[in-house]
C-alpha cells in the first residue's frame, strides 16, 4: 500500500537530484522554478500526511487559485468568480466529510453558476460566462479527488510531473510529427517518452496499475493540451505570472486534473 512516508524519500532525493541538476546548468531560469517546487513540494507532501483534513485542505487552496486563474483568462467578473470558487470548494468537502453527496453537490454548484448570469439578466455575455462556469466547474472540481485517493494523488502527481518534462526534452530531441494543432511544440516522440518514463516512474514507487498508467499516458497529455486549447482561445500565454518560473498554478496542474479524473473514471 503506497503512503505518504514511503514517497518522502523519493520526493527528497529527487529534489535533492534536481538541484545538483540545476546548479550545474548554471540556467537562471531553472533556478527560480527549482526554488518554488523546493518550497512547494514539502508543503504539499506535508498536507497529505496529515491525511484527508490535510488533502482536503490543499485542494481547497489549490481549487480557489485555480478558479481565480481560470476566471482571468475567461475573463469572468467577481462574482462569477466568487461563486465558482465556492462550488469547488463545497465539492471538495463533500469528497472529505460525506463522499455520497459529491455528485449532488456538484449538480448545485452547477445551478449557482448558471444562475448568476441568469438572475444579472445578461443577454450579451450569459452564455459565454455559463459555458466558462460550468467548464471550470468540471474542469478545476477534480481537485476533490485528492482527497480519496491520498498518496496515491501524490504518486500521480509526481509520475505526471516527470512525463511532462521529459516529453518536453524528448521531444526537442526527437522531433517528428507533431501531436496537436493546440500545442505546436509538442511531438509525438516526447509525448511517447514522456508516458514510459511516467509509468516508469509509477514502477519505482510502487503505485502502478492499469488506470494509474493510463491516467497518466493519456490523462496527462490530455490535460495539457485542454488548457492549451483555453488559452489559444483567449490569446494567453500564461494562467497566471505569480509562480516563480511557471506562470501560474494551473499551468502546473493541467495535466494532473485530466489525469485525476482518468483514475476516478477507471477506478
Known amino acids: 500500500m503506497i503512503t505518504v512516508a514511503s514517497l518522502a524519500p523519493y520526493l527528497g532525493g529527487a529534489l535533492v537530484l534536481g538541484g545538483i541538476a540545476v546548479a550545474a546548468s548554471r540556467r537562471r531560469e531553472l533556478m527560480v ?34 478558479v481565480m486563474e481560470f476566471g482571468g483568462l475567461m475573463q469572468l467578473g467577481p462574482l ?33 453558476v448558471a444562475a448568476v448570469p441568469l438572475l ?12 466558462a462556469g460550468m467548464l471550470g466547474l468540471a474542469w478545476l472540481s477534480v481537485v476533490a479527488a485528492l482527497v480519496p485517493l491520498g ?15 521529459v516529453a518536453y526534452f524528448a521531444g526537442r530531441q526527437l522531433g517528428g510529427p507533431r501531436l496537436s494543432p493546440l500545442s505546436p511544440a509538442k511531438r509525438w516522440s516526447g509525448t511517447l517518452a514522456g508516458a514510459a518514463a511516467g509509468v516508469g516512474v509509477l514502477t519505482v514507487l510502487s503505485a502502478l496499475s492499469w488506470p494509474m498508467a493510463v491516467a497518466v499516458a ?8 485542454l488548457e492549451s486549447m483555453v488559452k489559444r482561445g483567449v490569446e494567453a500565454k ?30
Open 80 to 112: 462569477d468568480r466568487v461563486v465558482l470558487a465556492a462550488a469547488v470548494t463545497g465539492v471538495v468537502l463533500a469528497a472529505w466529510l460525506a463522499p455520497g453527496e459529491a455528485f449532488r453537490v456538484v449538480g448545485i454548484g452547477a445551478l449557482a
Open 218 to 225: 493519456v490523462g496527462g497529455p490530455a490535460g495539457d493540451l
Open 238 to 267: 500564461d494562467a497566471g505570472r505569480w509562480l516563480p518560473g511557471s506562470g501560474g498554478l494551473l499551468d502546473r496542474i493541467d495535466s494532473l486534473l485530466i489525469a485525476l479524473a482518468v483514475v476516478l473514471v477507471l477506478r
Open 120 to 131: 444579472a439578466g445578461d443577454a450579451d455575455h450569459g452564455l459565454r460566462r455559463t459555458g
Open 33 to 66: 522554478r527549482w526554488c518554488a517546487w523546493a518550497v512547494g513540494v514539502p508543503l504539499v507532501t506535508g498536507a497529505f500526511w496529515l491525511g484527508r483534513p490535510g488533502t482536503a485542505a490543499i485542494a481547497v487552496v489549490v481549487g480557489v487559485i485555480a
Open 151 to 165: 498518496a496515491s494523488a501524490l504518486a500521480l502527481f509526481v509520475a505526471v510531473s516527470i512525463a511532462d518534462i
